[in-house]
């Protein structure tokens, strides 16, 4: 029953999101501060069709169970043109809050860009990661890279923002968990982002890390492990969800 709740109040927390940065995207759009042509206002616009077609897809989808994998929907996908349709949609976002979203990729992949799995999940798990790290960054920039690492495909979310405390990180994936900061920064929110991010990141077998220092900033690091078939991401030896029993312990001993 708890499981049910929080994949439902999961899902309204994205589709909230979604529709937040929509909005403030057209309200820019309406001031004029991308100018007043077609041509001027076309990649907001194409943006904000971005964001609508993600929120329709979340819906339509009932993907709730987020910490769950259907093999049906784990398809191929190209990781390199997916990050940088996501970085058009968060870019007019970030320039709303004076902040700079940085775009880094390799000029080669020694093993492609190739990625399968649930891209609307995997969609949520990046875009509650950019999200908080446009929320928790003040001034600054905010960076989604895409590398290599031996033969792994990594991204990395790193932003200038105010940090997480030392004795904060076990918590930080705990569903409903909120650091003690966010109402001095007057940040709202659920607490659901970084639970969503590493239930997406388990299903599918990735590892995801962070690294942060106070008032300094925040890096995510999800590893994408390299398979034999070429192709990063779910492989057909991998089970189709994450057991309760499993789950119980990753939260229960606050690993990550």
């Avoid at 943006?47 to 609508?52: D, E, G, P, S």
């Avoid at 093999?71 to 390199?80: C, G, H, K, N, Y």
């Avoid at 569903?175 to 982002?193: C, E, I, T, V």
């Avoid at 239930?199 to 492990?225: D, M, Y």
Wanted: proline share 3%; with cysteine; hydrophobic share 40%.
């Amino acid at each position: 029953m708890q499981q049910e709740v929080l994949s439902i109040l999961g899902l309204l927390h994205d589709v909230s999101n979604n529709y937040q940065g929509a909005s403030l995207v057209l309200n820019q759009i309406i001031d004029g501060a991308y100018g007043q042509s077609l041509e001027e206002i076309k990649p907001l616009l194409i943006a904000l069709q971005q964001t609508h077609e993600r929120g329709v897809s979340l819906i339509q989808s009932k993907r709730t169970a987020f910490f769950e994998l259907n093999p049906v929907t784990a398809q191929p996908f190209d990781m390199l043109s997916f990050l940088q349709n996501n970085y058009s949609r968060f870019k007019p976002i970030a320039q709303y809050h004076s902040l700079n979203l940085h775009y880094e990729t390799q000029s080669s992949y020694k093993h492609g860009t190739q990625v399968r799995g649930d891209s609307i999940s995997i969609d949520r798990m990046l875009c509650n990661l950019v999200t908080n790290a446009i929320k928790y960054t003040l001034a600054g920039d905010i960076f989604l890279r895409l590398l290599n690492q031996e033969n792994d495909l990594i991204i990395e979310i790193e932003d200038t923002g105010c940090g997480i405390a030392a004795e904060q990180l076990s918590n930080i994936f705990i569903p409903l968990w909120r650091a003690p900061n966010s109402n001095l920064l007057h940040q709202s929110g659920m607490g659901l982002g970084l639970y969503i991010a590493l239930c997406v990141a388990h299903a599918h077998g990735l590892t995801i890390s962070v690294n942060s220092v106070v008032r300094q900033g925040t890096k995510f690091t999800i590893i994408f492990p390299y398979k034999d078939d070429g192709i990063y991401g779910v492989d057909g030896r991998m089970l189709p969800f994450v057991t309760k029993t499993s789950r119980k312990s990753e939260f229960g001993s606050r690993k990550f």
